[in-house]
């Protein structure tokens, strides 16, 4: 059996380069700036974390090209989203969101704004698409374009340019195409090294993980189509956070486009209406995903007194804590994922065992389908409502139709947990050491 890479991840390595500015906790004011960035909601690749800008990955700015031949605005993407020789010049009327061209973008339409460093990430892309929620093709009105290459690690959101940029990782099928991508871990798999707990997820359908893929050999669009599915409705949600459809007509587009992006966003809403109440979650999520060094307090706390403060507050996952922007992408990521697949999130607190292996990381507290719970799901109603008012009122009545979270069995194993519902005998049957993909340190996405 082909050795599996565990996409589900561990929440307290992860931090998207996306929407970084803002914070949940007992009071809705942001926490400080981490960054000097000019653009609001960049958080990322900056000295402050001791890595290169972004835009100057050399791969990206001198491989890119778009994916439609003879395109016709193909330098302007390129201008304004990749090489930035002056971010001044380029505005929403030099590159419109795609949902000032159209209130219902096709394939075709997506196509045109799709920069690609390698031949196969655009065919990829687009199959991708024909199999993916209709959903997905609306909700790309928020951007002026999408860049997929091998050197973007990991995948991306910002005003600065208004577009998403997408770690390939998640697409390939074959070996040639995986040798394609770029291999350097993520910087961000040491923040949190110091504190006791881990905070772990996965989705998961009729028990068995839904975005799991093969790390060697052969994938099949079927292997990839979930993780990418979470993927685009996570950095989607960014876009639509400063971009909704609702606020375009209304955009100023003569300024710089992360200067048409400032104002009250869906995100703040969320926040000042249902704003998330542990300040310690809130500051452990700066160690975690901010990378902030932790206190000798944070250092000495343990799975107990960290369940203590999330199993009682609205958050869906740990990351939700980390800015505001993410509390909304999170809420909204996992609402979709229930609605258009029937996949379910599992959450958990554990131990910190400094091994992969899931039977080493016991659950101090975990639950699946926490979306259930009233008080997360009226985030998560709020939060489609705000990106995606076309689908609202169909995926609140999914939401509200689901039974209650399913409480983990304290003291199991992550693998274990696995298989909630099930017998202790069948349970016992499971053959969990040659079944279950190790936990990894691995930052995908999320």
Same mark, same amino acid.
């Given at each position: 059996?082909?050795?599996?890479?565990?996409?589900?991840?561990?929440?307290?390595?992860?931090?998207?380069?996306?929407?970084?500015?803002?914070?949940?906790?007992?009071?809705?004011?942001?926490?400080?700036?981490?960054?000097?960035?000019?653009?609001?909601?960049?958080?990322?690749?900056?000295?402050?974390?001791?890595?290169?800008?972004?835009?100057?990955?050399?791969?990206?700015?001198?491989?890119?090209?778009?994916?439609?031949?003879?395109?016709?605005?193909?330098? +302007? /993407?390129?201008?304004? #989203?990749? *090489?930035?020789?002056? !971010?001044?010049?380029?505005? @929403?009327?030099?590159?419109? $969101?795609?949902?000032?061209?159209?209130?219902?973008?096709?394939?075709?339409?997506?196509?045109?704004?799709?920069?690609?460093?390698?031949?196969?990430?655009?065919?990829?892309?687009?199959?991708?698409?024909?199999?993916?929620?209709?959903?997905?093709?609306?909700?790309?009105?928020?951007?002026?374009?999408?860049?997929?290459?091998?050197?973007?690690?990991?995948?991306?959101?910002?005003?600065?340019?208004?577009?998403?940029?997408?770690?390939?990782?998640?697409?390939?099928?074959?070996?040639?195409?995986?040798?394609?991508?770029?291999?350097?871990?993520?910087?961000?798999?040491?923040?949190?090294?110091?504190?006791?707990?881990?905070?772990?997820?996965?989705?998961?359908?009729?028990?068995?993980?839904? +975005? /799991?893929?093969?790390? #060697?050999? *052969?994938?099949?669009? !079927?292997?990839?189509?979930? @993780?990418?599915?979470?993927? $685009?409705?996570?950095?989607?949600?960014?876009?639509?956070?400063?971009?909704?459809?609702?606020?375009?007509?209304?955009?100023?587009?003569?300024?710089?486009?992360?200067?048409?992006?400032?104002?009250?966003?869906?995100?703040?809403?969320?926040?000042?209406?249902?704003?998330?109440?542990?300040?310690?979650?809130?500051?452990?999520?700066?160690?975690?995903?901010?990378?902030?060094?932790?206190?000798?307090?944070?250092?000495?706390?343990?799975?107990?007194?960290?369940?203590?403060?999330?199993?009682?507050?609205?958050?869906?996952?740990?990351?939700?804590?980390?800015?505001?922007?993410?509390?909304?992408?999170?809420?909204?990521?996992?609402?979709?994922?229930?609605?258009?697949?029937?996949?379910?999130?599992?959450?958990?607190?554990?131990?910190?065992?400094?091994?992969?292996?899931?039977?080493?990381? @016991?659950?101090?507290?975990?639950?699946?389908?926490?979306?259930?719970?009233?008080?997360?799901?009226?985030?998560?109603?709020?939060?489609?409502?705000?990106?995606?008012?076309?689908?609202?009122?169909?995926?609140?009545?999914?939401?509200?139709?689901?039974?209650?979270?399913?409480?983990?069995?304290?003291?199991?194993?992550?693998?274990?947990?696995?298989?909630?519902?099930?017998?202790?005998?069948?349970?016992?049957?499971?053959?969990?050491?040659?079944?279950?993909?190790?936990?990894?340190?691995?930052?995908?996405?999320?």
């Amino acid at each position: 059996m082909a050795r599996v890479k565990q996409i589900t991840g561990i929440a307290s390595f992860v931090l998207l380069f996306t929407a970084c500015s803002g914070g949940g906790g007992g009071s809705s004011a942001p926490p400080p700036a981490v960054t000097s960035d000019p653009s609001p909601v960049i958080n990322r690749d900056t000295p402050n974390n001791g890595q290169p800008f972004a835009f100057d990955k050399p791969g990206m700015r001198g491989l890119v090209q778009a994916v439609v031949l003879e395109n016709p605005i193909e330098q +302007t /993407i390129l201008h304004c #989203t990749v *090489t930035l020789r002056n !971010g001044q010049e380029c505005n @929403l009327n030099t590159l419109p $969101l795609l949902g000032m061209e159209t209130s219902s973008p096709s394939i075709d339409d997506v196509m045109l704004r799709v920069l690609v460093s390698h031949e196969w990430m655009g065919t990829r892309f687009r199959d991708l698409l024909e199999v993916l929620p209709p959903e997905i093709l609306l909700m790309t009105r928020g951007l002026t374009a999408i860049i997929i290459s091998h050197d973007i690690r990991p995948s991306f959101y910002t005003t600065q340019t208004g577009a998403i940029y997408l770690d390939p990782d998640a697409m390939w099928l074959d070996e040639v195409e995986k040798n394609d991508i770029d291999t350097a871990p993520d910087y961000r798999s040491l923040f949190g090294l110091d504190l006791q707990f881990v905070m772990l997820w996965r989705y998961v359908k009729d028990n068995e993980y839904a +975005t /799991i893929t093969p790390v #060697t050999g *052969t994938r099949t669009i !079927g292997d990839i189509k979930f @993780l990418v599915a979470a993927l $685009l409705y996570h950095e989607l949600a960014h876009a639509n956070d400063y971009f909704s459809i609702s606020r375009q007509g209304s955009l100023d587009t003569t300024v710089p486009i992360h200067i048409a992006a400032q104002g009250v966003i869906a995100s703040s809403r969320l926040s000042s209406q249902f704003s998330l109440r542990s300040d310690t979650m809130s500051a452990l999520a700066r160690v975690s995903f901010l990378g902030l060094t932790a206190s000798a307090a944070q250092i000495a706390l343990l799975p107990e007194d960290v369940e203590a403060e999330f199993s009682t507050d609205y958050a869906s996952d740990y990351y939700n804590y980390s800015t505001q922007r993410e509390d909304l992408a999170m809420a909204f990521e996992e609402a979709m994922m229930l609605y258009s697949f029937g996949i379910d999130r599992d959450v958990a607190i554990t131990n910190r065992p400094g091994t992969d292996d899931c039977i080493d990381f @016991l659950v101090t507290w975990g639950q699946r389908n926490r979306i259930a719970d009233p008080a997360v799901a009226v985030r998560a109603i709020y939060s489609v409502g705000e990106l995606l008012p076309e689908v609202a009122a169909q995926v609140e009545l999914v939401v509200n139709a689901q039974e209650p979270p399913t409480q983990m069995i304290v003291g199991d194993d992550w693998c274990q947990n696995r298989f909630l519902g099930v017998t202790s005998s069948a349970r016992a049957l499971r053959p969990i050491s040659a079944s279950e993909p190790p936990v990894e340190w691995l930052v995908p996405y999320l």
